[in-house]
Antibody
Framework: EVQLLESGGGLVQPGESLRLSCAASGFIFSNYAMSWVRQAPGKGLEWVSVISASGGTTYYADSVKGRFTMSRDNSKNTLYLQMNSLRAEDTAVYYC??????????????????WGQGTLVTVSS | EIVLTQSPGTLSLSPGERATLSCRASQSVTSHYLAWYQHKPGRAPRLLIYGASSRATGIPDRFSGGGSGTDFTLTISRLEPEDFAVYYCQQYSNSRYSFGQGTKLEIK
């Protein structure tokens, strides 16, 4: 059974930093791209970032580019999100998710297969 | 950036009724890159549909997806009590992902 367990959330002041972790189990972590998705209070889901299976390629939403850094340690089956220069608008529940990508005779697919329960980040003075 | 607009914002229906949720894209989306998720408060989002019309593993056949280009739909043929939740469409394009703002399906 796939399990994704986020941790590291908490209350921080604007401008401070926080690092989130996502511990993965139940699948071959190093075979999967991974992503972070967040949900601000009362709002919808917002994609944050994605990292390739090897960790060599990352992409970010414009809202976090230059402030957040996504990384992974495949030897520890763990995903990270380093969040710097935090703002009030970064307040959200942060979810990690497996990014499925496969192809068949008709094309290539990309979607988020399995999700963690999320960790709450609150940015407030 | 492709913007997804879902409608209606809220849908009030009774168990046993049929639900049709819409997702419109600001520009054409490759069908393979369109997915639907169900999200309940305090729980992890759940993949329902990928590739616009393929049901994810374990998803009941009352859930179906369709559409192409800029217009996609999620249909729930006969609502069960556990289906009342928020539903999101999601697309991938140019190494970026985006979600619609969600449709809340509530009990009438």
């Amino acid at each position: 059974e796939v399990q994704l367990l986020e941790s590291g959330g908490g209350l921080v002041q604007p401008g401070e930093s926080l690092r989130l972790s996502c511990a993965a189990s139940g699948f071959i972590f190093s075979n999967y791209a991974m992503s972070w998705v967040r949900q601000a209070p009362g709002k919808g889901l917002e994609w944050v970032s994605v990292i390739s299976a090897s960790g060599g390629t990352t992409y970010y939403a414009d809202s976090v580019k230059g402030r957040f850094t996504m990384s992974r340690d495949n030897s520890k089956n763990t995903l990270y999100l380093q969040m710097n220069s935090l703002r009030a608008e970064d307040t959200a529940v942060y979810y990690c998710a497996t990014r499925e990508g496969f192809s068949d005779s008709s094309g290539y697919y990309r979607f988020f297969q399995d999700w963690g329960q999320g960790t709450l980040v609150t940015v407030s003075s | 950036e492709i913007v997804l607009t879902q409608s209606p914002g809220t849908l009030s229906l009774s168990p046993g009724e049929r639900a049709t949720l819409s997702c419109r894209a600001s520009q054409s989306v490759t069908s393979h890159y369109l997915a639907w998720y169900q999200h309940k408060p305090g729980r992890a989002p759940r993949l329902l549909i990928y590739g616009a019309s393929s049901r994810a593993t374990g998803i009941p056949d009352r859930f179906s997806g369709g559409g192409s280009g800029t217009d996609f739909t999620l249909t729930i043929s006969r609502l069960e009590p556990e289906d009342f939740a928020v539903y999101y469409c999601q697309q991938y394009s140019n190494s970026r992902y985006s979600f619609g703002q969600g449709t809340k399906l509530e009990i009438k």
